[in-house]
């Protein structure tokens, strides 16, 4: 299978566009200064430090960020600054760490401290307003966000400082002449409120960047690619009826039109209606070639008796893999390509410098398939940030109920029935969740919601029902607010829309005695319960 490496240089389309490089040294906040520059409309894409110069020139950026990272320019084996970097001659703009990198390259001196998080308020330089700073008032305070150990004690020769703060002597440099920034702070996180304001000006004043990049030029371009890639072969695609696949199905059916086909797999792990919603929505939009699966008692028998969420989820994966493969070959299509709707966080995570993170759930997406399938992949979505897919999906004219979707595990129900899985625990899932959904939809509420979800518990409880005692089954439901997915609280619900719909399950779902609300946030709970 050919997967495209992260290190592919630019097509011609691509390097069409005014692009930014990001050197990654490891900042929790390196994937926020991609997006911040996407919301500016200029191309970008996150490299580890090491990228040859032949790389480097090939790639062609208009300008360069130097992460933040966790590591002192002083530690042994840290990641250090290209000189190819610098040779290149486009500006850079270094961000806490990768302006002491700078710093100590150019000779200026980088002081070992204590750590220091939070606000701090920086005064701007007279006669620095020009570039970096242009559009703040020379002396205006600024309130700006810090998070450091080490920092710039002095600037090296030929740089001048052009913002300090109470506790840094130099929170800011330059050389006017190389083209080369150094902030201490974070202009892209929301703590430093006019961040964003910074950022455009390297983008836009100190790089000369357009602001090209937007939904309706990515969609031209992906056709065209896609075009190209496929020629007249067949193509099939895994869909699950989440933003991602749709989207990425949308954008190769302009591609391709007739020699795609979807397959859509109903696993019986799927909320209420959800198979009948995809399936409309695709023949009524999309005029797709729609082919859908029932494999519900296929999946229903592989997960007998299994109560472990791991073993769930492998379950799940293989039986996936296995009718999927099936199914393409009934078909009879002579499928020459995959397409899948991988995002570029997924493909950021396993390039970083500190290397994939640690596995807490196997995350297997729907459409998470073998190394030795024989198909060569299309990711028409790998550059993309979710906010961005919307964006696309939106400029397809893809239907909004795909687009606004809450996220839906691939294992589906299957991981929010606690313990063992039947159509019996399934059923009563099922309607509880289409309560908790349909009251959040009639109160509004839906867009501000990340995701929300009811969970059966694996307990019962005593309750009194009429005259009688009951002992029955727990639901909780979770509802969350979030980013990315990484880190959520709980969203805070009025007491009343909680009373109502705690009343709706036990009154309207057979079996259910007792409702309970999640309040964990994450860390250190998960979003879903397994
Ligand atoms: P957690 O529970 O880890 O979930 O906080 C973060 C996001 O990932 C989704 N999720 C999954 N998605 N396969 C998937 O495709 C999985 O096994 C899986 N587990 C969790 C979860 O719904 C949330 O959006």
Redesign the pocket.
């Known amino acids: 299978m050919n997967r495209p490496t992260s290190g592919a240089p630019p097509t011609d389309r691509q390097g069409a566009h005014s692009r930014i490089l990001i050197v990654d040294y490891g900042s929790q906040f390196t994937q926020l200064i991609a997006r911040r520059i996407r919301e500016a409309r200029v191309y970008c894409e996150i490299h580890p430090p090491g990228r040859s110069e032949a790389w480097l020139r090939r790639w062609r950026p208009a300008g360069v960020v130097l992460s933040g990272g966790p590591s002192s320019v002083y530690d042994p084996d840290v990641p250090g600054l290209d000189p190819g970097l610098l040779r290149l001659g486009v500006p850079i703009l270094g961000i806490c760490y990768g302006m002491q990198l700078l710093a100590r390259q150019r000779g200026g001196a980088v002081v070992p401290g204590r750590r220091e998080y939070g606000r701090a308020r920086m005064r701007i330089a007279e006669g620095a307003g020009d570039d970096l700073f242009h559009g703040f008032d020379p002396g205006e305070e600024l309130a700006v966000w810090c998070s450091h150990g080490d920092h710039v004690d002095e600037p090296p020769p030929g740089f001048e400082t052009t913002a300090a703060t109470r506790d840094l002597p130099v929170a800011a440099f330059r050389s006017k002449s190389r083209r080369l920034h150094g902030v201490q702070f974070h202009p892209e996180v929301a703590h430093t409120p006019r961040g964003a304001e910074i950022l455009d000006n390297f983008l836009f004043r100190i790089c000369q960047c357009r602001a090209d990049w937007t939904a309706s030029a990515f969609v031209d371009e992906a056709v065209g690619r896609i075009r190209e890639t496929a020629g007249d072969a067949q193509v099939i695609c895994g869909l699950s009826g989440g933003v991602d696949s749709s989207v990425a199905a949308a954008l190769v059916h302009r591609a391709v039109g007739d020699a795609l086909t979807c397959i859509f797999v109903d696993t019986g792990l799927l909320r209420s209606g959800e198979r009948e919603r995809v399936e409309r929505t695709f023949r009524e939009h999309m005029r797709i070639r729609l082919v859908v699966v029932d494999a519900a008692a296929e999946f229903l028998g592989e997960l007998e008796g299994v109560s472990d969420p791991e073993t769930k989820?492998r379950i799940i994966g293989g039986t996936f893999i296995r009718v999927f493969e099936r199914t393409a070959r009934e078909l009879g299509t002579n499928a020459r390509f995959l397409v899948q709707g991988t995002l570029y966080p997924d493909v950021i995570e396993s390039h970083s410098v500190q290397g994939p993170s640690a596995t807490?759930?196997?995350?297997?997406?729907?459409g998470g398939l073998p190394e030795e399938m024989p198909f060569d992949l299309i990711e028409p979505l790998r550059e993309l940030f979710k906010d961005e897919v919307r964006g696309v999906g939106r400029t397809l004219e893809l239907d909004e109920t795909f687009i606004r979707r809450h996220?839906?595990?691939?294992?589906g129900l299957a991981?929010r029935v606690l313990g063992q899985v039947t159509a019996e625990r399934l059923r009563t899932l099922r309607r509880a969740d289409a309560i908790f959904t349909e009251e959040i939809e009639g109160a509004g509420i839906y867009d501000e919601i990340w995701?929300a979800l009811a969970v059966l518990l694996p307990v019962r409880s005593v309750g009194v029902m009429g005259d009688g005692r009951s002992y029955e089954n727990v639901i909780a439901l979770r509802a969350v607010t979030s980013q990315d997915?990484m880190t959520a609280d709980w969203y805070p619900f009025e007491h009343r829309f909680l009373a109502r719909v705690s009343t709706r399950i036990i009154n309207e779902v057979a079996g259910v005695n007792r409702v309970t609300y999640d309040i964990s946030s994450?860390p250190p709970a998960?979003?879903?319960w397994e």
């Open positions: 989820r807490i759930k196997t995350h297997h997406n729907v996220p839906f595990p691939g294992p991981i995701q997915g994450k998960t979003i879903e």
